[in-house]
Each structure stands twice: as C-alpha cells, then as structure tokens.
C-alpha cells in the first residue's frame, strides 16, 4: 500500500515488533500470552491488537459488496426488510388483517404471518392481504408443518387469481420439519419428500422461499456461534445435496433456502459470523457448480452461474440472554445485536419485543422493537454504508478465525453421516445442550455477565406479578426424542429470586462498613450487588466505629444476615471479634478472601463471599439456610 499521501504520513511508521516491545515493557514481566491474549469460547485466541499484515493469506477477505463469495455481502446496497410478527387465528383474522396494513404505515417492510393450521383457507388468505401491495412487502408464512403444503398451493393460487406477476412476489415460508424435532421431539417421517413437495408446490413463485434453516434454535439454546455457524452449514448441505438426489439441481433448491440465524450480544463476533456464513455458504453451493445452469448473466470470469450460492440471511434478536427482572435492558442487549445484523448485512431483520420472555407482546413493546430498526435506518443510516467493517485488521481475522472453527465443525458433522443423521442420534441436541450448561456455569460464576441479573441488579424490583402463562404452539410435541434445551442464560437467578419474592420474609443484608475507608466501600458496594442478585433486601451504611455498634444497628434492623466489609489486615482481629459478638443470632458473612482466611475459618468463620465465588450456588446457600423454597 503507498502511504506516501497518508494523513500521518509525517510520523515515522512503527513496526510490530516496537509495539510488542512497548507492550512488554509495560507489563513489567507478566507473560503477554496469559494477560492480554483471548482464548475465546468459539476454539481459538485473538490477540490485542491486530495489523495490515494480519490480511495477508486471509481466504475470507476481499473482492466487493455482491461479489462471489460474498464475505462484504449478496448485495450492492446494506438496506435490510424491518420484519414483525402477527400471529393469526380463525377469530381474528380481520384485525390481523387491520394491524398489517398499520404496520406497513409505521416502518414495517417484511411481515411474519403465523397462522393457525384450522385458519388456512382461500377465503381467510384473501381477508388476510386485503389492501395489502405483495410486490411491495416481504410475507413470511409460518404454520405446522402438515398445513405448509396448502398454505402454499393456496398463496400460489392467489397470486394467479388476482394476476400478479410471481417473480415480483418474494418472501418465505417457515417450513422446518426437522426444526420440529430439534425443539420439539416430533419425528417426521419421510422428511426429504416432504421438502420436495413443498419446493414443487412454490416452484410457480422463484423468489418465494420454502425451505427454512433456523440456526436460530441454537441461538436460543446457548450454542456457541462457531455452533450455531457450523450446524446451519451442515443443515443447508444435507437437505442440498439429498434434494439433488431426488432429481432437484442445486441451483433451484439454492434459490429456495432462506438461512433463519439468531444474534447474540458478542457484538464483532456476530458481525464476523454473518460474513463468515456467506463465505462458506457460497463454496458449499459453488461445489455442485456442474449441477447449476447458466441462468444469470454476472459475467464470471468462467462463466459460472453463481446465484444460487448467495445465502439468504434473516436475523433475530437472542432469547437466551433475555430477562424477566430489569426488562429494559433487554432493550439494550437487541440493540447491539440488531447493529451486529445491519452492520454485517442481513436481509432481513426482527428485534424481538423486550417483554418477549415474560408476556405476550403489546402495542407498547412492539412499537419499541420496530423503532429500534428504524433509528438505526433512518437516524444513524447504517443501510448507507456497505459492509463498514471491512478491511477492519480485527473483524477481517475474526471473519477467518470463526469461519475455520465452524466448518471443522461442519466437516465432523459430515464425517459422521450429515446433519439428519446426526439430529435423529441426538448428538447435535446434546452437544448445544452442553454448551447450554457451560455457559450457564459461566453466568453463576459472573464469567459471563448478564447485566441486572447476575451483576448489578435492580435491588427493589418485584416481577412475579408481571410473568403470563405463554401461550404454546398448536402442534403436538413428540415423546421421547432428544431436543434443545432452551432454559435462558438468566433463568437460574430468576428462580432463586422469584423464591425469594414468595417466602413468608425478605431477608436483610445489613452492610457492617468498618475501617479502612476505601475497602470497606468497595466490599460494601460488591456485597450489595451481591445479595441483590438473590431479591434479598441491602441495607448499606457509610462505617461504624466499633463493631458493637455496628451489631447493634443490625440487630435493630432485624437483619438475618450481616456482611463485615472491611480490609484484609483487619479481619484477622475484628473478624473474630464479631463473630462472638453475634453469637449465632444472625449470619455472618467476611467479605474478601483475606490471607487470614483459614485461621478464621478454624475459629467456626465460614461463610465469605468475593470475586472468585459461585454467585449463584452461594446464594442459594444462604436461601437454604434460611429456609426459602425452591
């Protein structure tokens, strides 16, 4: 690169080597690998900092937005469809009908219809589009999967009847019998053939997608992104290459996959997984090349039609990491991972209402999701700019890295028969669910924060009167056969403190500050979130003078637990002290892990919270102890 014109091109240029130096230098010693270096949960590490040298050799960098193999995107623009759900039933298909077309006036570009298997009719399907222009909005179908075939025939029919022209008509239909058995263990028999049918069913429409792979459900079942990235590729190759079989080219069934991934908040992660998929979602399609004719005229250097490789890609917000207690900030988390989508170029978009978990959504909470897309379009018009993150030394390598991670992947789940197999063995569900477990482990151990839950909660907030009975989906769930687990990453914490909202008393944590004035705020301040993160009522205090009085101020106010906070050279004389002075009334908690902590724990001291506890099996410990159900 000539840097000759470079806006600092009057600072010398610093090499590799003098900023590892500097770096060295600065850490006086310490190992840089161990203090700097990130050994991520996706298999492999990411350095500090990242240079232009660092693009040399990448596979997955370069060429331009639109361009095979679509790293920078399947397009020319970085303008998304803003998707929202309505979910329809026999008795409400008109105001269904009537909340669509608002929608369409309010930023909604791209409509989710699910609708009930007894709904599907000629009659209801016609109610249900009045006034609505299908050349100019994205429709997306859900139903059972036994129902999908008719809605289709149905939706084919008309557009015939009302003479629209079908490759003006785009959009998908949610058909995923093998999501069925992933979420809920009903085994479908002869499912290649059922997606035949519902291919030729659509084949009237070429850009009405019917085939779905919903990633999505390892999303919300806490798979790693390596696993969400490497399942969906070997889902897209299966169903690819045994529709090939049944007569099928590569290119049309290509045309006919619409890749359904969620977002989670691991923000350059997610932006490099969407680049990564495209990549190699686009050499998987591109290796039936012999089998794909020559339809579009891109002029290829050797002529090789490539349409069907590009993935088609709708984006959700995470349902993993969704609470019930301090529900706003869920408004934050699917802010970030609605930016991670745009940024990375999805096609389609839906921000999940932040009440998603807890409630069925509402005007309110809806209104707030759609405006979510909008300010990111019409405010910080972030579809402006193709693939910003481009030439980004840190998201270009993260691009690579998560690309190798998930096809090693992808090739194991090869090796071992393919993806159908794979599901019907049960060994795709235990490896998320694995996955799901560990990281549950990481938020109890605060290695994985899920702010306001396990880390800074809000101390007074009561939520149990605000949780409905969600109301479920109406096909039948299959007995037996292994499924996701989708138990969300706050939900441990949400029932320890949910516990505590139905006990006969909620407990008081009475804050004994004393001594050291810097540490005793500090450990007062951690103790607080602390025992917040259980529902426990925090009763903070600025310091006493002697530990009596401090017991006394406890004792007065009824607290059932006191938490000394001091320092560490401190607690080896008042520790004791206030242990006899409390005399079993109440229990007692050190704050630290003082260098002391075996001699007091010799002296019958046994309770002591800090960094490296279990935040969550400590607490509930202490429920335990003082009687809380489960």
Not at 126 to 133: A, E, F, H, R, T
Not at 248 to 276: D, L, P, Q, V
Not at 355 to 366: A, G, H
Not at 387 to 404: K, R
Request: proline share 3%.
């Amino acid at each position: 690169m000539d840097h000759s014109n470079s806006l600092f091109s009057e600072f010398p240029p610093v090499s590799t080597q003098e900023w590892m130096d500097k770096i060295n230098g600065d850490l006086k010693g310490a190992d840089f690998e161990k203090k700097l270096v990130w050994r991520t949960n996706e298999g492999f590490n990411v350095r500090p900092f990242y240079r232009e040298e660092d693009l040399v050799g990448l596979k997955a960098h370069g060429e331009l937005p639109g361009k095979f193999p679509y790293v920078r995107g399947t397009k020319q623009t970085n303008s998304w469809q803003i998707r929202q759900k309505i979910n329809v039933s026999n008795q409400n298909i008109s105001a269904a009908n009537e909340k669509a077309t608002a929608l369409l006036t309010h930023g909604v570009t791209s409509l989710e219809i699910a609708i009930d298997a007894d709904a599907i009719s000629a009659d209801s399907l016609k109610q249900l589009l009045k006034g609505i222009d299908i050349t100019k909005v994205e429709l997306h179908f859900d139903t059972c999967v036994k129902a999908a075939v008719k809605l289709t025939e149905l939706f084919v029919a008309y557009v015939k009847e009302n003479n629209i022209e079908p490759k003006q008509v785009f959009g998908s239909l949610n058909f995923d019998p093998i999501g069925r058995r992933l979420t809920r263990g009903k085994v479908i028999d002869n499912v290649v053939d059922l997606y035949a049918s519902i291919v030729t069913a659509s084949l009237y429409l070429p850009k009405f997608r019917t085939i779905a792979i919903n990633p999505v459900y390892f999303n919300n079942a806490g798979a790693y992104i390596y696993q969400e990235l490497g399942y969906a590729l070997a889902w897209g190759n299966d169903l690819l290459a045994q529709l090939v079989e049944k007569g099928f080219t590569a290119e049309k069934i290509g045309k006919k996959m619409t890749f359904n991934f969620g977002i989670s908040s691991n923000y350059f992660m997610e932006i490099a997984k969407f680049r990564a998929a495209r990549f190699l979602w686009s050499n998987i399609v591109y290796a039936y090349g012999e089998k794909c004719p020559n339809v579009c005229k891109h002029n290829e250097p050797d002529g090789m039609e490539r349409c069907a490789a590009k993935m088609m890609i709708h984006a959700e917000t995470s349902q993993w990491n969704m609470t019930t207690f301090d529900p706003y900030v869920n408004m934050l988390r699917s802010q970030t991972e609605a930016m991670s989508a745009v940024i990375a170029g999805v096609n389609s978009l839906t921000v999940l209402p932040f009440s998603t978990v807890f409630k069925s959504s509402d005007e309110f909470s809806e209104r707030i999701a759609r405006n979510q897309q909008l300010l990111l379009k019409e405010e910080s018009h972030f579809d402006k700019v193709v693939d910003p993150g481009a030439g980004s030394y840190y998201i270009e390598n993260l691009t690579e890295a998560i690309a190798n991670q998930a096809w090693k992947l992808f090739l194991e789940v090869e090796s071992k028969g393919g993806f159908l197999a794979e599901v019907a063995a049960g060994n795709i569900q235990s490896a998320v669910n694995a996955s799901n477990a560990n990281r549950r482990k990481a938020v109890a151990g605060r290695r994985e924060v899920i702010l306001g839950t396990n880390q800074y909660p809000n101390f007074n907030e009561i939520a149990g009167d605000k949780i409905e009975e969600m109301a479920g989906h109406t096909c039948n769930h299959g007995e037996n056969a292994p499924v996701l687990d989708f138990t969300r990453g706050a939900a441990d914490f949400e029932a320890l403190r949910l516990a505590t909202e139905k006990s006969a008393k909620r407990p008081k944590v009475f804050m004994l500050t004393i001594g050291n004035l810097a540490m005793r705020l500090a450990r007062a301040q951690f103790s607080s979130n602390f025992f917040a993160c259980a529902g426990y009522q925090v009763i903070d205090n600025l310091g006493f003078q002697t530990v009596e009085d401090g017991i006394a101020a406890a004792q007065q106010a009824n607290a059932e637990i006191i938490v000394l906070c001091s320092s560490d050279e401190e607690y080896e004389t008042i520790a004791p002290q206030a242990y006899k002075v409390i005399d079993g009334k109440q229990l007692m908690v050190v704050a630290g892990a003082p260098a002391c902590m075996d001699s007091l724990k010799a002296q019958g001291i046994s309770e002591f919270i800090n960094v490296r506890s279990n935040v969550l099996e400590t607490l509930q410990h202490f429920n335990q102890l003082l009687g809380i159900a489960k």
